[in-house]
């Protein structure tokens, strides 16, 4: 298991077997469960969408906890915290080929997908059905068999760009806080982190409300052909990334609060600001992609 010399930690620390990964798991089977039933038609999906997230959030809580515990009474050497920095390195990796495949999906759609179906080869089958992006136009079907409801489309103004100054306000608040850590100024460090929880709090509630216009008021849905269905995936699953991102900033805050961490050991910190960057960075790669282009 572990060598443990008195006054020291132990060379490789490993923790007792622990209930919180499958516990998770359940929590996150009835996230994707409720959510897909929810958007299919089927009105329980938003309750177990809510347990499955109240669940998942109850088990980070406990989850956090025992680390925290860990860390705090000096179990974790030199070598957890080289396996902590591949592991966080390996997780953003893994987020990139992730929000990859989906940038991808946008790119392939736009180029070859929507442009193959309206060419001359295709007319005769659908002449109604126009090659431009965003799939829908004035006066024509918004997909080659008409299967799709119209829909109107959403811009960058002005709900996506405050959003981007939220967020991108957020990444400078998130490093001040951590520059202000590394001179000792916890005070400071901790004012600053809290600030960079509420902007990421008021990403999501924008985010909300701006989805719930496009399903009401312009009928833009998940389901509006490949226009609406890459507008929600990437966004969405962007928006699902901020607010695992936020929660883990504010349980690092509360640590923070509560005298934990210090110039020379705080990856914990350090590890959600690399993530919080780089949801900053997909965010950027959206805006322009998704809102303007």
Same mark, same amino acid.
């Given at each position: 298991?572990?060598?443990?010399?008195?006054?020291?930690?132990?060379?490789?620390?490993?923790?007792?077997?622990?209930?919180?990964?499958?516990?998770?798991?359940?929590?996150?089977?009835?996230?994707?469960?409720?959510?897909?039933?929810?958007?299919?038609?089927?009105?329980?999906?938003?309750?177990?969408?809510?347990?499955?997230?109240?669940?998942?959030?109850?088990?980070?809580?406990?989850?956090?906890?025992?680390?925290?515990?860990?860390?705090?009474?000096?179990?974790?050497?030199?070598?957890?915290?080289?396996?902590?920095?591949?592991?966080?390195?390996?997780?953003?990796?893994?987020?990139?080929?992730?929000?990859?495949?989906?940038?991808?999906?946008?790119?392939?759609?736009?180029?070859?997908?929507?442009?193959?179906?309206?060419?001359?080869?295709?007319?005769?089958?659908?002449?109604?059905?126009?090659?431009?992006?965003?799939?829908?136009?004035?006066?024509?079907?918004?997909?080659?068999?008409?299967?799709?409801?119209?829909?109107?489309?959403?811009?960058?103004?002005?709900?996506?760009?405050?959003?981007?100054?939220?967020?991108?306000?957020?990444?400078?608040?998130?490093?001040?806080?951590?520059?202000?850590?590394?001179?000792?100024?916890?005070?400071?460090?901790v004012g600053f982190?809290?600030?960079?929880?509420?902007?990421?709090?008021?990403?999501?509630?924008?985010?909300?409300?701006?989805?719930?216009?496009?399903?009401?008021?312009?009928?833009?849905?998940?389901?509006?052909?490949?226009?609406?269905?890459?507008? *929600?995936? !990437?966004? &969405?699953?962007?928006?699902?990334?901020? @607010? #695992?991102?936020? +929660?883990? %900033?504010?349980?690092?805050? =509360?640590?923070?609060?509560a005298g934990n961490?210090?110039?020379?050991?705080? *990856?914990? !910190?350090? &590890?959600?600001?690399?993530?919080?960057? @780089? #949801?900053?960075? +997909?965010? %950027?790669?959206?805006?322009? =992609?998704?809102?303007?282009?």
């Open positions: 298991m572990s060598a443990t010399t008195p006054g020291t930690a132990p060379y490789y620390f490993v923790p007792e077997p622990s209930r919180h990964p499958i516990m998770a798991a359940f929590g996150l089977f009835w996230v994707i469960l409720g959510a897909a039933t929810w958007m299919n038609g089927y009105g329980w999906g938003q309750w177990a969408l809510l347990f499955g997230i109240v669940w998942w959030l109850w088990v980070l809580c406990h989850w956090f906890r025992d680390t925290t515990r860990e860390s705090e009474a000096g179990l974790f050497s030199r070598k957890i915290d080289v396996s902590y920095r591949w592991g966080r390195s390996w997780l953003i990796f893994s987020e990139v080929m992730f929000f990859g495949a989906f940038f991808t999906a946008l790119w392939w759609g736009r180029v070859h997908s929507v442009p193959e179906l309206g060419d001359l080869q295709h007319a005769i089958l659908w002449p109604d059905f126009k090659s431009v992006w965003p799939s829908v136009a004035a006066g024509a079907k918004a997909s080659p068999g008409g299967i799709v409801e119209p829909f109107r489309t959403v811009g960058p103004f002005w709900l996506p760009t405050i959003n981007t100054a939220l967020l991108l306000s957020s990444g400078v608040t998130l490093t001040i806080a951590h520059h202000a850590l590394l001179a000792s100024r916890r005070s400071k460090a982190m809290w600030v960079t929880v509420l902007l990421g709090f008021a990403f999501l509630c924008i985010q909300g409300y701006e989805y719930h216009h496009l399903y009401t008021e312009l009928n833009l849905r998940l389901d509006s052909g490949i226009y609406g269905s890459t507008f *929600f995936m !990437l966004p &969405g699953f962007h928006g699902f990334h901020v @607010f #695992v991102g936020m +929660v883990t %900033l504010f349980f690092i805050t =509360l640590r923070l609060q961490f210090t110039p020379k050991h705080h *990856f914990g !910190l350090e &590890g959600a600001a690399w993530y919080w960057h @780089f #949801v900053d960075v +997909v965010w %950027l790669g959206l805006y322009i =992609l998704v809102y303007w282009m």
